[in-house]
């Protein structure tokens, strides 16, 4: 592994990795993935996509065709990455918002993602930012992250 960076950029990416980068690019940066995920969002034909998984860094990117299967979005759910230089895996969701209003990214948004399987399940989400922490149990379990668009196209 070359990824030397484990800093969360919001809407850039991660370190010296890049929304926007090709899957080779990615590749020579984080080396082979663990496991490639492929599947499609509905039966358009340009509708496929992949994730690729990185189990030991605990980190998960995608790639769209839509998008010229360049990188649309990260996802890690070790400690080791930061926001703003704060380890938020694993803090409670009442200290991940106390840090998150310190980092000025924008408006938080609650989403209740529960279900009958993950009855304690929740999403909060930063739409300006392009940010979504997963939380599972009332800990936080997951960041993801993609690129801020600028309008919907």
Known sequence: MKITSFEIKPGVGLGSISFGM????????????????????????????????????????????????????????SPDFKL?????????????????????????????ISSEESPESELLSIEESSLNFWFENGMLSEIQWGPVMEDEE
């Open 22 to 77: 090709t899957r080779e690019n990615f590749k020579k940066i984080a080396g082979e993935p663990d496991e490639i995920e492929k599947y499609s969002f509905s039966d358009k034909s340009d509708d496929k996509a992949e994730t690729w998984h990185y189990d030991e860094l605990e980190m998960s990117v995608s790639f769209e065709e839509i998008n010229n299967w360049l990188l649309t979005s990260i996802a890690v759910s």
């Open 84 to 112: 703003h230089g704060k380890n938020l895996i694993g803090l409670s969701k009442t200290n991940v918002e106390k840090e998150i209003a310190k980092m000025k990214l924008g408006k938080l948004e609650i989403i209740d």
